[in-house]
Nanobody, 124 residues
Framework: QVQLVESGGGLVQAGDSLRLSCAASGRTFSSYAMGWFRQAPGKEREFVAAINWSGGRTYYADSVKGRFTISRDNAKNTVYLQMNSLKPEDMAVYYC?????????????????WGQGTQVTVSS
């Protein structure tokens, strides 16, 4: 089993940057594709970004493409989400997730493990 713990959320102004981290337990971390999702108040959880098992492939939601970067360090069992040029609409609780599928998947239902979430607040 994999346990995930997010960190790095906080309060920033529009246009600022923030980096989220997700620390994972388990020696099979490098076998999993990883994803970031977010949920804003009153809205359903949505896909943000994903990275395959090796880090060689990434995929982003249109709303964040060009501004956010997902990366991973398998030696450290950690996945990151670098968020630049933040907008008020980016405000949400951000969740890290893992799937035993090595390929990138977008749908929440295919992810097996979830972190507790970290709050990102963006003021205008």
């Amino acid at each position: 089993q994999v346990q995930l713990v997010e960190s790095g959320g906080g309060l920033v102004q529009a246009g600022d940057s923030l980096r989220l981290s997700c620390a994972a337990s388990g020696r099979t971390f490098s076998s999993y594709a990883m994803g970031w999702f977010r949920q804003a108040p009153g809205k359903e959880r949505e896909f943000v970004a994903a990275i395959n098992w090796s880090g060689g492939r990434t995929y982003y939601a249109d709303s964040v493409k060009g501004r956010f970067t997902i990366s991973r360090d398998n030696a450290k069992n950690t996945v990151y989400l670098q968020m630049n040029s933040l907008k008020p609409e980016d405000m949400a609780v951000y969740y890290c997730a893992a799937t035993t599928n090595r390929n990138i998947v977008v749908s929440m239902r295919f992810y097996d493990y979830w972190g507790q979430g970290t709050q990102v607040t963006v003021s205008s």
